[in-house]
């Protein structure tokens, strides 16, 4: 079956280490995307990439990075310069393109500092 | 000005009541439109696309008016299993980036 899979489902952070969340995608989808969901709160963009080698800042990357050095694969790093990366995170991708493609979400990953 | 804005809910309602949410975007050069339902704890799903003229999918109707940049969702017979949040999105670019709106809490009551 095709979709979204995001690793681990919870995640445990001690203060001043990096952490990376996995995202994998087997819709051959081009666009993929990273949103950081906070109690009570919205989705806020991290990261969007549009193709391979190719990333873009959202409204909220600093202390965050990526990469995306395949086509079905967008891991988010979560740095110690992130002060508050207690949350909820979520992984999407899409097909860009005239028709109003959705957007589809992986399963979450919930990032929690000890 | 927030680009996309909801009613701020929660919406508490009795099983079979109808329901309308309110969304307003800030973009008029939006694309195109969607309604997303979010469990707690869970990823957002796609709901139903919204389409110029309107589109019904059930017990759901979702309406656009472009000339005001407001989107509409209507549930209709409401159902305890359609208590979640309901999430208002907008698409610029054709899937260059998707903006969320916050949200409208929906709790039906038995």
């Known amino acids: 079956d095709g979709g979204i899979t995001q690793s681990p489902k919870y995640l445990f952070r001690k203060e001043g280490q990096n952490v990376t969340l996995s995202c994998e995608q087997n819709l051959n989808h081009d666009a993929m995307y990273w949103y950081r969901q906070d109690p009570g709160q919205g989705l806020r963009l991290i990261y969007y990439?549009?193709?391979?080698?190719?990333?873009q800042k959202g409204d909220i990357a600093e202390g965050y990075s990526v990469s995306r050095e395949k086509k079905e694969s967008f891991p988010l790093t979560v740095t110690s310069a992130q002060k508050n990366p207690t949350a909820f995170y979520l992984c999407?991708?899409?097909?860009?393109?005239?028709?109003?493609?959705?957007?589809?979400f992986g399963q979450g990953t919930r990032l929690t500092v000890v | 000005r927030k680009e996309v804005e909801q009613d701020p809910g929660p919406f508490n309602v009795p099983e079979g009541a109808t329901v309308a949410f309110n969304c307003t975007y800030s973009?008029?050069?939006?694309?195109?439109f969607f309604w997303y339902r979010q469990d707690c704890r869970k990823e957002p799903k796609l709901l139903m696309s919204v389409y110029s003229s309107g589109n019904e999918d059930g017990r759901f109707t979702a309406q656009l008016n472009r000339a005001s940049q407001y989107i509409s969702l209507l549930i209709r017979d409401s159902k305890l299993s359609d208590s979640a949040t309901y999430l208002c999105v907008v698409n610029v670019d054709y899937g260059q980036n998707f903006v969320f709106g916050p949200g409208t809490r929906l709790s039906v009551l038995p």
């Open positions: 999407a991708s899409s097909t860009p393109g005239q028709g109003g493609t959705e957007a589809f």
């Open positions: 990439s549009q193709i391979v080698n190719d990333f």
């Open positions: 973009n008029s050069a939006s694309q195109s």
